[in-house]
Structures are given as structure tokens and as C-alpha cells.
């Protein structure tokens, strides 16, 4: 059974950094595909980033150029570096697991990341 458990969120101050860990079981993790989202109250889930097996990374516009999204096949662990935090993030972050781009079968509970401005 596929277990993923994000961890490292927080209250931070706007300009201040994060760093998300999701730690993936239960799967072969080093060929999936494993991603970001987040759900802001009142808005629908959006897409942050994901990262291909190979490691290739994709950003949303948004976040592109202050998040980096990393992958350790050795520990089945993914992470969200997030610099330059704005108010504009603050969200539950979900990390996702799948095996085609865009489609993910696995989802982790989520953890809260609240930017103070």
C-alpha cells in the first residue's frame, strides 16, 4: 500500500523560506512521477511542481524561480525548497505520486504553510 507523508510546514513571514519533505512507501519510488500542489482555502487545488524520474523538473509560473522541488531516490523522499515566501502561498500543500505526468493515483494528508505578511 502506498503511504505518502508530507512534513515541514508552517507559519513563516513573508520573504522567509520552507523546506516540505514528502516521504513516499509502499511503491518502486525512483520511476514515479511525484509532484506538488496546494489548495489555498475557498480555491480549487493548483499545481506547484513536479519531477520526473529521471529529474526533470516543471514549475508553475507562480512559483517558478523561488521554489525548487528535489527528489532522493536512496531515502524515497521528495522536497519543496520555497524562497522569497509571499502571503499569496500560503496553502495546505499535498505532495502526489503517479506514473504518467499530470496523473497521480497516490496523495499525501497535506501540511499548512501560512505566509504572514
Known amino acids: 500500500q502506498v503511504q505518502l507523508v508530507e512534513s515541514g510546514g508552517g507559519l513563516v513571514q513573508a520573504g522567509g523560506s520552507l523546506r516540505l519533505s514528502c516521504a513516499a512507501s509502499?511503491?518502486?519510488?525512483?520511476?514515479?512521477?511525484m509532484g506538488w500542489y496546494r489548495q489555498a482555502p475557498g480555491k480549487e487545488r493548483e499545481f506547484v511542481a513536479f519531477?520526473?524520474?529521471?529529474?526533470?523538473?516543471t514549475y508553475a509560473d507562480s512559483v517558478k524561480g523561488r521554489f525548487i522541488i528535489l527528489r532522493n531516490n536512496a531515502k524515497n523522499t521528495i522536497y519543496l525548497q520555497m524562497n522569497s515566501l509571499k502571503p499569496e502561498d500560503t496553502a495546505v500543500y499535498y505532495c502526489?505520486?503517479?506514473?504518467?505526468?499530470?496523473?497521480?493515483?497516490?496523495w499525501g494528508q497535506g501540511t499548512q504553510v501560512t505566509v504572514s505578511s
Open positions: 502526489a505520486q503517479g506514473v504518467f505526468v499530470g496523473i497521480y493515483d497516490y
Open positions: 509502499g511503491s518502486v519510488f525512483r520511476i514515479n512521477i
Open positions: 519531477i520526473s524520474s529521471g529529474g526533470t523538473t
